[in-house]
């Protein structure tokens, strides 16, 4: 069974910084790229970030470029989001999400599907 569990979520207030962590399992973590992907209170999912299968290739939106840094180790299984220089117009839950095959990686962020995603960690920059 496929698990994606998210957590680091938390209140900040604009300009801090949070690290969220994913930790996989149940698939072979190590051959699937993988996403971020958000959704802000009464708005759609938004995918932020991708990460090839080996952990050294990296796509994000341009909403979160410069700013967030998405990270893979899978020797442990874990998948990383360093959320840096945090704005109000980031509060959102934050999930991780798995490619749906393995092996693949597009640096477009629209291009590919996620077949499973965790349940969320909450992030909330206010003053």
């Known amino acids: 069974e496929v698990q994606l569990v998210e957590s680091g979520g938390g209140l900040v207030q604009p300009g801090g910084s949070l690290t969220l962590s994913c930790a996989a399992s149940?698939?072979?973590?190590?051959?699937?790229?993988m996403f971020w992907v958000r959704q802000a209170p009464g708005k759609g999912l938004e995918r932020i970030s991708t990460?090839?299968?080996?952990?050294?290739?990296?796509s994000y939106a341009d909403t979160v470029a410069g700013r967030f840094t998405m990270s893979k180790d899978n020797a442990k299984n874990t998948l990383y989001l360093q959320l840096n220089s945090l704005k109000p117009e980031d509060t959102a839950v934050y999930y991780c999400?798995?490619?749906?095959?393995?092996?693949?990686?597009?640096?477009?962020?629209?291009?590919?599907?996620?077949?499973?995603r965790g349940q969320g960690t909450q992030v909330t920059v206010t003053s």
């Open positions: 999400a798995k490619y749906w095959i393995p092996g693949i990686w597009y640096d477009d962020l629209q291009e590919a599907r996620y077949d499973y």
């Open positions: 149940g698939f072979t973590f190590s051959t699937h790229s």
């Open positions: 990460i090839n299968f080996g952990g050294t290739k990296t």
